[in-house]
C-alpha cells in the first residue's frame, strides 16, 4: 500500500520542528558547562595576563576572645586578646603566605604556606584560595612548642564592587610538642569587609577547638571571638 505524500510532507514538518526545539533549548547541564568553560578562561588569563601578575597584601588585627578550658569535665572560661600580622604575595594564580600571632596567654605562633588560587582572577575579586603550611605554636608559660602542618581553604565573594563576605576552615594535622603534648583541631572563620581603594577594612568571627591531650588526659581548648583589622593591597 502506497503512502501519500502528505504523510511524507508531515513527518518531515515534525522532524524539522523537533530539530529546531532541541537548537533552542536551555538546560541546567548547558548552564553549568558554560559556568566551567568561563572559570577554566578566569584562570587562563590570570596565569597569563602581564597587567595583574604580583600582589601583595599586608594585613594587622586585634582580637578579643573568650577562651574555655574543659579539662574531664571541669570548665574554666577567661576573656584573651591578642594580635595578628598576616602577609600574601601572588604570582598570577600562586600564592605564599606568612602569619605571626600573639596573644596575652603567653602564646606565640608564626608560620607560613603555598597554595593555589582555584577562583578569581585577584585579591579583589570573588576568589577561593587553597593552601598547605606549617605553624609553630610556643606556649611560654610551660615552656611548651609545636610545630603543626595544616591544610586551609578561604573564599571571598564580592557582593558589591566595595562589599562583601568572606570565611575559611584550617585543619591542623596532630603534632607532638616537646613535652609529649598531642595537638590537634581546626579554625573556622567568617566576616564580612568593606574596601575603599587599596585599603580593605574587615571583621571576623572565629571558632577554633585545640584538644591538648598529655599523660594527665585531654583537655579540649576552644577559643571563640571576633578579629578586626585592616588590609592593605598593592
Do not use: C
Not at 28 to 48: E, P, Y
Not at 148 to 164: P, T
Not at 170 to 176: D, G, N, S
Not at 208 to 228: D, S, V
Amino acid at each position: 500500500m502506497a503512502i501519500p505524500a502528505s504523510a511524507y510532507f508531515q513527518l518531515d514538518l515534525l522532524k524539522a520542528k523537533k530539530n529546531n526545539t532541541a537548537a533552542k533549548q536551555w538546560t541546567l547541564a548547558d548552564w553549568l558547562s558554560q559556568r566551567s568553560k568561563q572559570r577554566l578562561a578566569d584562570q587562563w588569563l590570570a596565569l597569563h595576563s602581564s597587567s595583574n601578575d604580583f600582589e601583595l597584601n599586608l594585613s594587622a588585627a586585634s582580637e578579643a576572645y573568650q577562651l574555655k578550658i574543659d579539662t574531664s569535665g571541669t570548665i574554666t572560661s577567661t576573656n584573651q586578646y591578642g594580635q595578628v600580622y598576616r602577609a600574601e604575595f601572588f604570582a598570577s594564580i600562586f600564592n605564599i603566605a606568612g602569619e605571626f600571632e600573639k596573644t596575652n596567654e603567653y602564646h606565640e605562633a608564626f608560620g607560613g604556606a603555598g597554595g593555589l588560587r582555584l577562583l578569581g582572577t585577584s585579591s579583589q575579586s570573588t576568589s577561593l584560595v587553597a593552601r598547605y603550611g606549617w605553624r609553630r605554636l610556643n606556649d611560654f608559660a610551660a615552656r611548651e612548642h609545636w610545630e603543626s602542618q595544616y591544610a586551609e581553604g578561604l573564599l571571598r565573594i564580592y557582593i558589591f564592587s566595595f562589599f562583601g563576605i568572606d570565611g575559611s576552615y584550617r585543619h591542623y594535622l596532630p603534632a607532638t610538642s616537646n613535652l609529649d603534648g598531642k595537638l590537634a583541631g581546626h579554625r573556622a572563620t567568617g566576616g564580612t569587609f568593606i574596601e575603599v581603594s587599596i585599603l580593605r577594612i574587615f571583621a571576623q568571627y572565629f571558632a577554633e577547638t585545640m584538644p591538648l591531650t598529655t599523660a594527665a588526659g585531654t583537655a579540649k581548648n576552644e577559643r571563640t571571638g571576633f578579629e578586626a583589622g585592616v588590609t592593605l593591597l598593592f
